[in-house]
């Protein structure tokens, strides 16, 4: 009977067992599911305006797999929430990081480009977390040494443009896998501390109050990456330190000096002799091993925007072809693994090269990272990492390079080659040593980098208009043939000549990324109507002509949308209505008393591209001409001319067709 009872126990209903196992799966999977939907609701609700994230619902999950039900929700193939993405919200108040707790996979916290303000969160409660961006903000106090504690996993941090103060935080320090830092623009002081790991790629403490020597670990990085603390010194800065050593002492009594006995010396000579012997052949050694690990690796990374890039897989590698000519005539169209080149007179390359070169970190951009590479006999180029260019096909992206490879004008930046993946595309240019337009007009400046002066940023203007219209003679079909027109995409060469680039890119571009990041869809006819035209390009044109005379920085560049009270041509009519015109001239600008009548002709045609009204502005053919009549009288401005000239700007800002604009009689001088 015992023996019949103890058959039955070992011998459970199979179904029975399994669906109670599915049951519990079950529960506990829609337990954690409710856990997530509650902690992303609690840290919605943290914000002063939560109903930004209006769509953010309890009842539909963030995720359905990888599909995002969530705007700003990143999700994995579990449907568990991996990232935050949440940039140019308008998001006000507090980071209520601890409602993100029972987030277990989220690896991305990304809030940059909004009115956040407070202490910096208690970020080590996110202990998984590898990508931490809160640039941008208005965060403000002390940093704690252990803010960062425990953090392991973490390779990206962005504190930069906040109001931050007090000592560098050390824990940051600490993190064996920190690849990006980025700290500028705040009111840290005191001393740069040594990173003692060897995974750190770039780190910008520039526009701080740091003091001292810069590290050891750190000196290889650009110089501009510490510019704007006056008291930092040493490597790469050309500011040395002062030595301040001890008085000296008494001076040493004698000792027994090897040199007086020549045996002692013989033995000396061959020790040095030997230990550099064997030196040499640890180094040989370690040379050919690092070598022979170059050649036979697999698995190599390119940072990009996400930080790492992993190489297309071998099938893709092995793709090569030979040169084949371009229907265009001058340029060709030529594949060396995978990478297609759209011109021949370049030093060809292919990925690996890339991937070997030794790069630098140039900026991480709104669309992705670019990279300084050298790839051999004196060659530099830059490549862009796209992971948001998936707008068209296959097909229709490689044609549209084509057309882009086809262009050819000395203010364009030329497209030089491009690697097509569906999930990221690579943009590959000419590097240009002067840098950005935005760096000359905004950066701290030394004798290596002076203010512009006024003949200078009339040439740079000119340029930049020959550019574009260039591009609207080109690609007639494009609704804004550049598109994303702004300080930092305008490049000088070592002659001060502007070269646009990232133009004629929003066709292929994903629409949502365009639509919250590109300067085009920043404009008051989009805010308005949804929509962008031909005449969009010119409001950008006018903004940077604008933003090229006064020096200041445009803050609808930061903005998610138009905003007539942050533009910078509305400050402009604020000044002229108030009679300052002498407070819109950029104060570093020489040459500006001798050439008044020219700036303020210049100025004009910057208000008339910036009218709210689309339909208001000139067409960039007006404009053109409107400049080429400028030209004409370069050699003959002078005070009369300037204040007949400032009578008739007056005019135009006072009422344009009828129409106050909030003018006056006249300029102060």
């Known amino acids: 009977m015992g023996m019949h009872i103890a058959r039955l126990v070992r011998m459970p209903n199979p179904s029975l067992f399994l669906a109670v196992i599915v049951f519990l799966s079950s529960f506990l999977m829609a337990v954690g599911d409710q856990k997530e939907i509650e902690s992303l609701l609690a840290f919605r609700n943290s914000f002063m305006n939560p109903s930004v994230l209006s769509n953010w619902k309890a009842s539909t999950p963030p995720c359905t797999a990888k599909v995002a039900n969530?705007?700003?929700?990143?999700?994995?193939?579990?449907?568990k929430v991996t990232g935050l993405k949440l940039d140019n919200m308008g998001l006000k108040g507090v980071v209520n990081v601890q409602s993100l707790g029972a987030l277990q996979d989220l690896r991305t916290l990304s809030v940059m480009n909004n009115n956040l303000e407070g202490k910096?969160?208690?970020?080590?409660?996110?202990i998984g977390l590898q990508s931490l961006l809160l640039s941008n903000n208005h965060l403000s106090g002390d940093i704690p040494d252990d803010a960062f504690e425990g953090m392991k996993s973490l390779r990206t941090v962005f504190l930069a443009n906040n109001i931050f103060h007090g000592k560098f935080p050390s824990s940051l320090t600490t993190l064996p896998n920190l690849s990006i830092l980025k700290m500028e623009g705040n009111g840290f002081s005191g001393s740069v501390p040594e990173f003692p790991g060897n995974s750190l790629k770039m780190v910008n403490l520039a526009n701080n109050q740091?003091?001292?020597?810069i590290p050891k670990s750190l000196s290889k990085m650009p110089a501009n990456m510490f510019s704007g603390n006056r008291n930092l010194c040493g490597p790469p800065l050309v500011k040395k330190c002062v030595n301040r050593s001890p008085p000296p002492g008494p001076p040493p009594s004698p000792s027994p000096s090897i040199m007086t006995n020549p045996t002692a010396l013989t033995i000396a000579l061959i020790v040095v002799s030997v230990a550099l012997l064997v030196v040499i052949l640890l180094l040989i050694c370690f040379l050919l091993r690092r070598r022979q690990q170059s050649e036979t690796s697999d698995e190599e990374e390119f940072v990009g925007e996400s930080y790492n890039y992993n190489p297309p897989p071998p099938s893709v590698q092995a793709?090569?072809?030979?040169?084949?000519?371009?229907?265009?005539?001058g340029a060709a169209n030529v594949k060396r693994s995978e990478?297609?080149?759209?011109?021949?007179?370049?030093?060809?390359?292919?990925?690996?090269?890339?991937?070997?070169?030794?790069?630098?970190?140039?900026?991480?951009?709104?669309?992705?990272?670019s990279y300084k590479a050298a790839i051999g006999r004196g060659e530099t180029v830059v490549v862009k990492n796209y992971k948001q260019m998936s707008n068209v096909g296959k097909d229709e992206f490689h044609e549209h390079m084509r057309k882009l490879g086809k262009l050819n004008h000395p203010n364009l930046l030329p497209l030089l080659a491009y690697y097509y993946r569906k999930e990221e595309k690579l943009l590959v240019t000419n590097f240009m040593v002067d840098g950005s337009l935005a760096s000359h007009l905004h950066a701290n400046h030394s004798n290596d980098k002076p203010s512009l002066d006024w003949q200078t940023r009339w040439k740079i203007i000119k340029g930049v208009i020959k550019g574009l219209a260039y591009l609207y003679n080109e690609l007639p079909t494009l609704v804004v043939p550049h598109g994303h027109l702004k300080s930092s995409n305008v490049l000088l060469d070592k002659h001060y000549e502007p070269l646009l680039c990232d133009y004629a890119l929003r066709s292929v571009i994903n629409q949502d990324q365009a639509h919250a990041q590109m300067i085009a869809y920043k404009s008051p006819e989009y805010a308005k109507s949804g929509k962008i035209n031909r005449k969009t390009d010119v409001w950008c044109l006018g903004i940077l002509i604008l933003e090229i005379l006064t020096g200041r920085f445009p803050e609808n560049y930061l903005s998610t949308s138009y905003n007539s009270g942050m533009s910078i041509s509305s400050w402009v009519n604020k000044m002229v209505k108030e009679k300052k015109i002498g407070q819109v001239f950029d104060k570093e600008m020489k040459g500006e008393v001798s050439s008044r009548g020219e700036m303020i002709n210049v100025l004009k045609i910057g208000l008339s591209c910036c009218e709210e009204d689309s339909e208001a502005r000139p067409e960039l053919k007006e404009v053109v001409k409107e400049i080429e009549e400028l030209k004409g009288g370069d050699e003959d401005d002078d005070d009369d001319d300037s204040s007949s000239t400032i009578g008739e700007v007056n005019v135009y800002i006072s009422g344009k067709n009828g129409k106050s604009k909030g003018g006056s009689s006249s300029f102060d001088r």
């Open 319 to 329: 793709e090569k072809k030979a040169p084949e000519p371009s229907p265009g005539g």
């Open 339 to 369: 990478l297609t080149f759209l011109t021949v007179d370049v030093q060809m390359f292919d990925l690996q090269d890339l991937l070997k070169a030794s790069a630098e970190v140039l900026g991480s951009g709104k669309f992705g990272a």
């Open 70 to 79: 969530w705007v700003g929700v990143v999700c994995n193939e579990r449907g």
């Open 120 to 126: 910096i969160p208690e970020m080590k409660k996110l």
């Open 210 to 213: 740091f003091e001292g020597l």
